[in-house]
């Protein structure tokens, strides 16, 4: 069995083999981007400034803020709670809009569940509080895979979930998006919310991986 | 199950539970192109052009030669287009003419 650990994972891009056409000419595809969007503003489909101003909602999305539900539903039990009734409006209680039209299912793992997400037929994610999703998510091998032998893939991440605890997988569509609450580390009871989210990465988020406190060296 | 009743059994991107290699953990910046089509699909959701349960049957449509070799973001653009021809918003003329119009634009500067 070959390892994978932190340093040696970044394989070459085989997601994206078309970026290297000419030397800033852009590509068939770049070209119908631009024209498929330019008609669409000449007949007054969608507005002039829109793609501008969503890539800056795109932009403004990332696993922070994902990471910040996460440590306030840690040291906040009622919004905890109410992040599990209805991940969505929770939040939304904390100033993260939904720019889509998409529901949130907040998944908490606990000492009996471990809890994962994917999405078999495309790259659903829930994008409003974690950003984009990594190439691996939309790829072939973890969209195949997560679903039937869960515990292999949770290895391959070097996650080992001991047999007594139940994984679940969730199986996202376009309307319902799953984010995890991953369990609070050990050790963490005097940590403030601040040091708290930065335990907190998208991977633990997806479920691949638990929030551990030595992966950023800054615990006091 | 014979071969065709596989074929109809599953289409392109329904992979979940299928064999397939172990993880990479690949990942990488989006081109600028790549961003500006994601916006376009947020933009066309937003707008009721395409949704995005369209855009991922569009993306099936492509069928299994264009799914496995075309990258995630030019299966997108390639699945707008014919959606939006298929809806009568856009003809293959216009956007062929518009296309040429981008390129001739950009090998000016």
């Known amino acids: 069995m070959t390892h994978q650990h932190e340093g040696d994972d970044h394989d070459h891009d085989h997601a994206h083999p078309h970026a290297e056409i000419g030397e800033g000419r852009p590509g068939y595809y770049d070209i119908m981007e631009t024209a498929v969007r330019e008609l669409l503003i000449e007949k007054k489909l969608i507005g002039a400034d829109e793609i501008r101003r969503q890539i800056e909602v795109l932009d403004s999305r990332s696993p922070a803020l994902g990471a910040k539900v996460v440590a306030r539903a840690w040291t906040d039990p009622a919004f905890r709670a109410r992040l599990l009734a209805n991940g969505r409006a929770a939040c939304e209680e904390l100033g993260i809009s939904f720019y889509d039209d998409t529901q949130l299912i907040v998944i908490e793992n606990t000492d009996k569940v471990h809890n994962l997400i994917v999405c078999t037929l495309c790259s659903c994610y829930p994008r409003p509080v974690l950003g984009l999703p990594p190439d691996w998510y939309k790829a072939k091998p973890y969209r195949a895979r997560a679903v039937v032998e869960p515990r292999a893939v949770l290895a391959e991440f070097g996650t080992i979930i001991p047999d007594d605890v139940e994984v679940r997988v969730h199986d996202s569509t376009a309307m319902v998006r799953y984010l995890v609450l991953p369990r609070r580390p050990a050790g963490t009871e005097h940590f403030s919310e601040e040091e708290l989210a930065a335990l907190v990465t998208r991977d633990t988020m997806i479920g691949v991986v638990p929030a551990t406190v030595d992966i950023t060296g800054a615990a006091p | ?109």
């Open chain 2, 1 to 109: 199950m014979t071969q065709t009743e596989k074929l109809v059994n599953r289409l392109p991107n329904d992979v979940g539970g299928l064999p397939a290699d172990a993880i990479q953990r690949v990942d990488h910046e989006l081109e600028p192109w790549e961003k500006r089509c994601h916006a376009l699909a947020d933009v066309l959701d937003f707008h009721k052009l395409i949704n995005t349960e369209e855009k991922r049957c569009g993306v099936e449509a492509l069928g299994a030669e264009m799914v496995a070799k075309l990258s995630y973001y030019e299966r997108w653009i390639v699945a707008f287009a014919n959606i939006l021809f298929h809806k009568g918003i856009l003809t293959p003329t216009e956007l062929a003419l518009k296309m040429k119009e981008v390129e001739s634009r950009s090998s000016e500067g």
